[in-house]
């Protein structure tokens, strides 16, 4: 006859904290073990891709974890990903060559204009 496994905690019911194995003991006993819940792995903040190079796992043994498993060194390491990290460099770079692309118009604009008042005042040409 087949031996009879209980419960080793108060939950009875077959929910997803309540996941668990029957093991065989070396007193020959058979028992439930309770598998512990899977982490998540991490996504990137942006494109919501999964992030290489971190760990997955449950948010108390996340912080019990050591700085070098759940980051990556690199910008934005542990919440974005190497791609998106460039897109936006990328995209800072050039905002800032527009603003000096359009910073130098304006003052080529206004040495043009300074120039037209000048020769109208004065009625020599340069």
């Known amino acids: 006859m087949v031996q009879r496994v209980t419960f080793r905690r108060r939950l ?8 668990r194995k029957i093991v065989k003991t070396p007193g020959h006993n058979l028992v439930y073990i309770y598998q512990k819940k899977l982490g ?3 996504k990137c903040g942006d494109c919501k891709n999964k ?5 997955a796992a449950r948010p108390r043994e996340l912080s019990r974890l050591p700085k070098k498993e759940k980051t990556v060194s ?3 390491g542990g919440s974005k990903c190497g ?4 897109t936006r460099i990328l995209r800072s770079f ?3 060559e527009a603003r ?11 040495k043009k204009k300074t ?7 004065t009625g020599k040409k340069r």
């Open 94 to 96: 050039l905002v800032q």
């Open 40 to 42: 998540a792995i991490s």
């Open 83 to 86: 791609n998106c990290v460039r």
């Open 12 to 19: 009875c019911y077959n929910t997803q904290s309540n996941r």
């Open 74 to 76: 690199r910008a934005y």
């Open 51 to 55: 992030l290489h190079g971190i760990q």
């Open 115 to 121: 120039r037209k008042t000048v020769q109208k005042v």
């Open 100 to 110: 000096a692309v359009a910073k130098m118009l304006k003052r080529t604009q206004k």
